[in-house]
């Protein structure tokens, strides 16, 4: 999949299309105590309102925003998602994110996703099931279900006392087996 271009010119000319009004307000609900995407937020809005949209930004409780929020569909017209596949298995994160009545998915219902998204999850066959995850994937980025932003990068530095310790690709701490000298 290719990252979509930066292009200003074209983002109005889609908005004009969808009937979307210069000046209309969109709401942007976010994680009040996560730093790093509130600046991450603050540039969003700014690009919005390069193509005339008003954002403001709505700060939530992070168990307030995941737990009451996202879940009732009760979000402004974007709102953060946070996701970290800690089975390392895209369907733990699709499924959740897509599938029609999911916690995480209260405003989508489509049943060629959903479709999708059942076919792949009790086939032993890893090549035909890594073909359709695929599909998923580029459906949902079609779809422009979501709009990844960036991903956080873990730094690990580990003293010479401390044994045991095997840094993982999900950037989860997994302490069972480590020691300290």
């Known amino acids: 999949m290719s990252p979509l271009p930066y292009d200003p010119a074209k983002a109005m000319q889609l908005l004009k299309a969808a009937g979307i009004k210069p000046g209309t307000k969109v709401q942007i609900d976010i994680r009040g105590n996560d730093s790093t995407f509130n600046e991450v937020t603050q540039a969003i809005a700014s690009y919005l309102q390069i193509i005339g949209l008003n954002a403001t930004i709505k700060p939530y409780e992070t ?15 974007m709102f953060q998602q946070g996701w970290g596949g800690w089975t390392l298995d895209y369907d733990n994160t699709a499924y959740f994110m897509y599938h029609t009545g999911e916690k995480w998915n209260p405003y989508d ?4 996703l959903d479709k999708l998204l059942e076919s792949q999850r009790s086939l032993t066959d890893s090549k035909k099931r890594e073909d359709i995850l695929k599909s998923i994937a580029n459906y949902t980025a079609d779809r422009a279900l979501e ?5 956080l990068n873990a730094i690990y530095a580990v003293s010479k006392k401390v ?12 302490l069972n087996n480590v020691t300290v000298e």
């Not at 044994?163 to 997994?174: A, E, H, L, N, T």
Request: glycine share 8%; hydrophobic share 35%; net charge negative.
């Open 63 to 77: 168990s307030v925003l995941i737990n009451d929020i996202i879940p009732a569909g009760k979000t402004g017209e």
């Open 109 to 112: 219902s489509d049943p060629e």
């Open 147 to 151: 709009m990844p932003l960036y991903n």
């Open 163 to 174: 044994k045991g310790f095997v840094p993982v690709p999900d950037s989860r701490m997994r």
